[in-house]
Protein backbone atom coordinates (compact mmCIF):
# COMPACT_ATOMS: atom_id res chain seq x y z
CA UNK A 1 0.00 0.00 0.00
CA UNK A 2 1.50 3.47 -1.12
CA UNK A 3 0.87 6.08 2.01
CA UNK A 4 1.70 9.01 -0.99
CA UNK A 5 0.79 9.62 -4.67
CA UNK A 6 2.90 11.22 -7.44
CA UNK A 7 1.09 14.17 -8.10
CA UNK A 8 1.78 17.56 -9.16
CA UNK A 9 -0.23 20.64 -6.64
CA UNK A 10 -0.80 23.85 -7.92
CA UNK A 11 2.03 26.57 -6.43
CA UNK A 12 0.53 29.43 -4.61
CA UNK A 13 -1.19 31.77 -6.79
CA UNK A 14 -1.72 28.99 -9.54
CA UNK A 15 -5.52 28.01 -11.09
CA UNK A 16 -6.07 25.11 -12.53
CA UNK A 17 -8.56 26.85 -14.95
CA UNK A 18 -8.19 28.47 -18.38
CA UNK A 19 -8.32 31.80 -18.91
CA UNK A 20 -7.52 34.40 -21.93
CA UNK A 21 -3.69 36.09 -21.55
CA UNK A 22 -0.65 35.06 -20.20
CA UNK A 23 0.49 34.36 -16.62
CA UNK A 24 3.61 36.47 -15.32
CA UNK A 25 6.69 35.96 -13.04
CA UNK A 26 4.36 36.73 -10.27
CA UNK A 27 1.04 34.95 -11.24
CA UNK A 28 -0.50 38.32 -12.24
CA UNK A 29 -2.72 37.44 -15.25
CA UNK A 30 -2.15 39.76 -18.09
CA UNK A 31 -4.46 40.47 -21.62
CA UNK A 32 -5.29 42.35 -24.39
CA UNK A 33 -8.86 42.27 -23.84
CA UNK A 34 -9.22 44.02 -20.40
CA UNK A 35 -10.11 47.32 -21.38
CA UNK A 36 -11.83 48.39 -18.19
CA UNK A 37 -8.70 46.93 -15.65
CA UNK A 38 -7.98 48.86 -12.71
CA UNK A 39 -4.61 50.19 -11.66
CA UNK A 40 -2.80 48.40 -9.18
CA UNK A 41 -1.98 51.22 -7.45
CA UNK A 42 -5.06 53.06 -6.97
CA UNK A 43 -4.33 53.61 -2.60
CA UNK A 44 -5.23 56.87 -1.00
CA UNK A 45 -2.45 59.70 -1.06
CA UNK A 46 -1.49 60.40 2.77
CA UNK A 47 -1.04 63.72 4.30
CA UNK A 48 2.05 64.81 5.76
CA UNK A 49 0.77 66.12 8.64
CA UNK A 50 -3.14 64.92 10.20
CA UNK A 51 -4.10 67.82 11.66
CA UNK A 52 -5.43 67.61 15.35
CA UNK A 53 -8.99 66.59 14.95
CA UNK A 54 -8.55 63.78 12.68
CA UNK A 55 -5.06 62.95 14.68
CA UNK A 56 -7.07 62.54 18.23
CA UNK A 57 -10.04 60.67 16.04
CA UNK A 58 -7.54 58.48 14.46
CA UNK A 59 -8.95 58.91 10.64
CA UNK A 60 -7.24 60.11 7.10
CA UNK A 61 -6.62 63.65 6.81
CA UNK A 62 -6.31 65.51 3.73
CA UNK A 63 -3.23 68.28 3.23
CA UNK A 64 -6.02 70.90 2.98
CA UNK A 65 -6.48 73.33 5.71
CA UNK A 66 -9.05 73.18 7.33
CA UNK A 67 -9.53 69.29 5.90
CA UNK A 68 -13.05 68.08 4.64
CA UNK A 69 -13.32 66.28 7.89
CA UNK A 70 -13.22 69.68 9.96
CA UNK A 71 -15.24 71.42 7.58
CA UNK A 72 -18.22 68.60 7.72
CA UNK A 73 -18.03 68.94 11.26
CA UNK A 74 -18.02 72.83 11.63
CA UNK A 75 -14.50 72.37 13.27
CA UNK A 76 -13.05 74.52 10.38
CA UNK A 77 -11.88 77.54 12.64
CA UNK A 78 -9.40 75.32 14.70
CA UNK A 79 -8.23 72.91 12.38
CA UNK A 80 -4.43 73.08 12.38
CA UNK A 81 -1.69 70.35 12.30
CA UNK A 82 -1.57 68.16 14.89
CA UNK A 83 1.39 67.29 17.15
CA UNK A 84 3.52 64.36 16.33
CA UNK A 85 5.47 62.88 19.66
CA UNK A 86 9.38 62.55 18.56
CA UNK A 87 10.57 59.09 18.57
CA UNK A 88 11.39 57.07 21.87
CA UNK A 89 14.98 56.89 20.97
CA UNK A 90 15.47 60.67 20.31
CA UNK A 91 13.47 61.43 23.74
CA UNK A 92 15.86 59.68 25.36
CA UNK A 93 19.23 60.82 23.84
CA UNK A 94 18.00 64.10 24.81
CA UNK A 95 17.46 63.23 28.12
CA UNK A 96 20.79 61.82 28.27
CA UNK A 97 22.13 64.66 26.98
CA UNK A 98 20.66 67.01 29.35
CA UNK A 99 21.15 65.01 32.03
CA UNK A 100 25.01 65.19 31.03
CA UNK A 101 24.39 69.12 30.61
CA UNK A 102 23.42 69.39 34.31
CA UNK A 103 25.99 67.05 35.84
CA UNK A 104 28.81 69.29 34.03
CA UNK A 105 27.30 72.48 35.27
CA UNK A 106 26.93 71.29 38.96
CA UNK A 107 30.71 70.23 38.18
CA UNK A 108 31.53 73.39 37.07
CA UNK A 109 29.64 75.64 40.10
CA UNK A 110 31.52 72.66 42.50
CA UNK A 111 35.17 73.90 41.02
CA UNK A 112 33.84 77.82 41.55
CA UNK A 113 32.97 76.95 44.73
CA UNK A 114 36.19 75.41 45.82
CA UNK A 115 38.29 78.18 43.90
CA UNK A 116 36.32 81.15 46.60
CA UNK A 117 36.73 79.36 49.34
CA UNK A 118 40.53 79.02 48.94
CA UNK A 119 40.84 82.23 48.06
CA UNK A 120 38.89 84.11 51.09
CA UNK A 121 40.93 81.67 53.24
CA UNK A 122 44.12 82.81 51.56
CA UNK A 123 45.49 80.15 51.00
Given at each position: ?????????????????????T?????Q??????S?????????????????????????C?D???????V?????G????????????????????????????????????T???????G?
Amino acid sequence: MQLHQNRTLPMHGQHNHSHNGTVGPNGQVSSDDCSNAQPTNNRRKKASRACFHCQKAHLTCDDARPCQRCVKRDLAGSCTDGVRKKAKYLQESQQRAAEQAKIEQQQQQQQQQTQTTTITRGE
